[in-house]
C-alpha cells in the first residue's frame, strides 16, 4: 500500500528545521508494509496546502499530515482541510477534556488559544492525542484516508505507534511485504561495483531493487524485495544475497547494516583484545568514531592525537631525525606513531595516520588529500599511502578516518 | 524569487537517508532572496519523477533537483530529463576531461559507466562540477530554470555557491532582501528563553522574524528580516540586534554565526596561543572539532583521549589514590587530566571531560549523563560538574563537548 506523507511549516522550507519526522513515519509504516511514495513539504499557506492534499489524494490511498495544527496563529491547516472537506467547526467536549487533563497533567495554565484547540471539523474522526494537545483528524473520502497529526516528534510517534498505523492496517489489510538487506562493500569505486553487478542487477526479479549509497570511502548496498508474501520477500532477499557474495565474496565488509566501528568493536571484544589510535590529520575522529559505540570502554584504551610534532616526539616516541628527513606525513612517521601508540596507551592493536587533510599545506609531492594510514599490532605493523584528492578538508578527514577503521578490521579479521 | 527543491532517491523515502541537502540549499539560496516555498521528495521513479518537475515547473521559476544522476542503474534522472525536455544525449569531451582528472585527482582508476557521465542531454547547459563527476544539467524553458545536481553533499554544495547561487542570481536579479544576525545564547533553555523574549517578539515589525535554533547546550537566535530594500531590512537588523543585547546581555556567547570551535580558533591566534584536550567521555570528539577548523595546525597542539585509568596515569599522571578514591569521574581527577595535558602536550591551555556516556555504566549519585569537565592554564585550572540528564550515549556525548568548548571559550575571553 503506498502512501504519501506532506510535512507542514516555514520552518521545513527556510533550512531551520531538519525533517526527522517523515524519515521515522517511514521506517514504522515499512514494517508494515505500508510503502512512502512521495514526500512533500509546504509551509503554512493554504492554497499550498490545499494543493498539496489534492495531488496526494489523487495519487495516494493513504496520506498522511504532519504539522500545522497548533495553537498558534501561523497554524492554518485545520481550517485548510475544512474548506478541503467542505466541512464546518465543532467544539467538541471530549477534545478538550484531554486538552485540560494535558495541561493538569504538565502543571501549565490554560488559556484561550488552547481552548480553540477543542474546536474540530464535523467531517473527521477525532482521533484522541495522549501526548500531547492538538486533536488528531482522521479523514474518509472514497476509500481514500487523510490523517492530520501534530508535527511535534513525541506526539506524532505516540499517534502513529497507537492509533494511526494499527487503524491503516485494520482497514487496508496488508497488501506487501518489504524486506531489506544491506551489505556494507569496501575496495570498489561506486562506478566499478556497478560494472561487477551489471548482469546480477539486470537478472534481479522486477519486485527486488538494488540501491548504492556511497559513503566516504565505503558503499553500502542495499537490497529490497517488496511483494504479497512475505515468504517470497525473504526467500528473494536470501537468494540475492548468496549471489552478491559469490560476487564480491571478500569485498563484502559485513552482512548487516553496521558501521565500521560497530564491527570492529564486535571483533576485538570476541578475540578480547584493547585497540588505540594515533592521529595526526584525522585529529580524534577515529576514536570519536569509535566511542560513539555503547560499551566501547571495554576494548578502547585511548588516543594520542599529535597535531604537533612535539607531542608525536613526546608521546610516541617519533624520532626527530625522521620528522626532519621524512616530513611528518611519511612512512616513518606514521609507523612510529603506531609503534609508540602501541607502547604509550597499552593495547593490541592500534591505527594510525598522519596527512594533509587542506584545505592550505599541500606541496607537489605531498598533494593535499595525502594520508599515510598505518595498522599495526605488537611485531606488525602495516602503511599504506593513500590520495583522497579532495580540496575539502572535511571530505579527506571522513575518508581518511573510514579507510584507517577498513584496514583495522582488515587486520582484525586476519589476525588469529 | 521563489524555488522548488525536488529530493530524488528511493533511501529518501524509506527512511534510510535524512534529507540534509535542501536544508543547507534553503539557507544560501536565502542569502541572495531566493526562498524555497515547496519541497518534494520522490523515488528513483520516472513517472514520479517528471510529474514532480512537470508540477513544480507550473509553480515556481527555479527548479533545483538533487540526486539521481550518479552512474548506477538506479540512477534515472538525466533519462527522465531527456524525456521531459525532449531532448537527445551526446558526449561531451568537456565533461568527460572532468571526469579523467576527478579520477586522477583520486588516483581510482576509470571505467565504462564513469564514461557514460559524460552522455550530456543537448538542450541543456552542462555546469562543470569541480567537486566530482556527474555534470550538473542547467535546462532554460519559458524563462523558467531546471537545475539538476548529484544528490552528494560536498559536490552539491559546491556547485551551488560557485555556480548556480551566482547564475541564479544573474539571470533573475533579485526581487528581495533577507538580511539575518545570528548569535549564540548560552545559560538558557529554549523555553525560558521564549519567556524572556516573549514581548520583545510580540514587538517585532511584520517582515522580521525570530527562529530558536537549539544545539546541545546552546542555542543558535536567528533575526531575520525579509523586505524590498536592502537598507530597510539592514535597519531592522540593527535595531532588533540592540535590543536583543540589553534583553540578554552577557548570556550572548558571540555576534557571529560561528561555531564555537571556530571562535577559539580565532581567540588562540589573537592571543598567540595553542591549546589541547585530554577526553575520557567525549573520547576525541572535542579534538575533531577543533581539528575540523581549517588551519587549526596553528593552534592545536594535541589530545590525550583516556579511556583506560591506565593512559590517564601513564600519559596524564593522574593518582592511582584519586582514581581508587574518588573515581574516574570526579572533580580530583578531571583537574589532573586538565594539569598532565597542559604538561604533556606542552600547550598554554587545555580542555578536560570525564564522565558517564551511557547508556550503561551510571550508578545512584553518578548518573548517565554526569560530566565533569575542566579547563586549565597554567598555574589556574577550574572544574565544574553537569548532568546533561539524556540517556542517549551521542546526545550527552555531545552537550559535554559544547559545553567544555564554552568553558574554553569563557577562559580565553576573560584571559589577559
Known amino acids: 500500500m503506498d502512501v504519501e506523507i506532506i510535512t507542514i511549516g ?42 498539496a492534499i489534492d495531488a496526494a489524494m489523487k495519487r495516494a490511498k493513504v496520506v498522511l499530515l504532519t504539522g500545522g495544527i497548533g495553537p498558534t496563529k501561523d497554524d492554518i491547516t485545520r481550517n485548510t482541510l475544512c474548506r478541503y472537506f467542505d466541512s464546518g467547526l465543532h467544539f467538541s467536549e471530549e477534545v478538550y477534556q484531554n486538552i485540560l487533563q494535558m495541561f493538569h497533567c504538565s502543571g501549565r495554565e490554560m488559556n484561550a488559544l488552547t481552548r480553540l484547540q477543542a474546536m474540530v471539523p464535523d467531517k473527521c474522526t477525532v482521533v484522541r492525542n495522549r501526548a500531547g494537545t492538538a486533536p488528531c483528524m482522521w ?16 506526539e506524532m ?6 492509533e494511526i498505523i494499527p487503524r491503516l492496517t485494520q482497514v487496508f489489510g496488508r497488501d506487501a511485504y518489504i524486506r531489506h538487506h544491506t551489505v556494507w562493500v569496501t575496495g570498489y ?13 539486470a537478472e534481479l526479479p522486477p519486485f527486488v531493487k538494488l540501491a548504492y549509497l556511497p559513503q566516504a570511502g565505503l558503499i553500502r548496498l542495499r537490497l529490497s524485495a517488496c511483494t504479497g508474501s512475505d515468504e517470497k520477500a525473504l526467500q528473494a532477499i536470501a537468494g540475492e544475497k548468496e549471489k552478491l557474495h559469490t560476487l ?18 564486535e571483533a576485538l571484544l570476541a578475540k578480547g583484545l584493547r585497540m588505540g589510535t594515533a592521529e595526526s590529520c584525522t585529529g580524534g575522529t577515529i576514536a570519536s568514531k569509535i566511542t560513539s559505540v555503547a560499551g566501547s570502554s ?19 616516541g617519533v624520532s626527530e631525525r625522521d620528522l626532519q628527513e621524512h616530513g611528518a606525513v611519511s612512512r616513518e612517521v606514521v609507523e612510529q606513531m603506531a609503534r609508540g601508540a602501541l607502547q604509550a596507551l597499552d593495547c593490541d592493536c592500534v591505527v594510525a595516520t598522519s596527512g594533509i587533510a587542506g584545505p592550505e599545506g599541500g606541496t607537489a609531492d ?3 588529500g595525502m594520508v599515510w594510514i598505518a595498522v599495526g599490532r605488537k611485531g606488525e605493523v602495516i602503511s599504506r599511502c593513500f590520495r583522497f584528492g579532495s580540496t575539502l578538508r572535511e571530505v579527506n578527514i571522513a575518508r581518511a578516518s573510514n579507510t584507517a577503521l577498513l584496514m583495522l578490521l582488515e587486520l582484525l579479521n586476519k589476525a588469529v
Not at 139 to 154: A, I, K, Y
Not at 157 to 162: A, E, G, I, K, S
Not at 189 to 201: H, K
Request: hydrophobic share 40%; proline share 3%; glycine share 8%.
Open 366 to 368: 605531498k598533494p593535499v
Open 248 to 265: 564480491l565474496g571478500c569485498h563484502i565488509l559485513s552482512e548487516e547494516d553496521k558501521a565500521p566501528e560497530a564491527l570492529i568493536g
Open 189 to 201: 569505486s561506486e562506478s566499478a561495483l556497478a560494472l561487477t553487478l551489471e548482469s546480477f542487477e
Open 298 to 316: 571495554r576494548y578502547f584504551a585511548g588516543s594520542v592525537v599529535s597535531y604537533s610534532n612535539h607531542v608525536k616526539r613526546g608521546l610516541l
Open 157 to 162: 510517534q505516540w499517534l502513529m505507534t497507537n
Open 139 to 154: 479523514f474518509d473520502r472514497d476509500g481514500r484516508v487523510l490523517v492530520s497529526m501534530p508535527g511535534v516528534p513525541h
Open 10 to 51: 516555514d520552518e521545513l522550507l527556510i533550512g531551520q528545521v531538519v525533517d526527522t519526522n517523515s524519515v521515522w513515519m517511514a521506517k514504522e509504516l515499512e514494517k508494515e508494509g505500508f510503502r512512502v511514495t512521495w514526500k512533500t513539504a509546504v509551509g503554512d499557506v493554504d492554497t499550498h496546502i490545499s494543493e
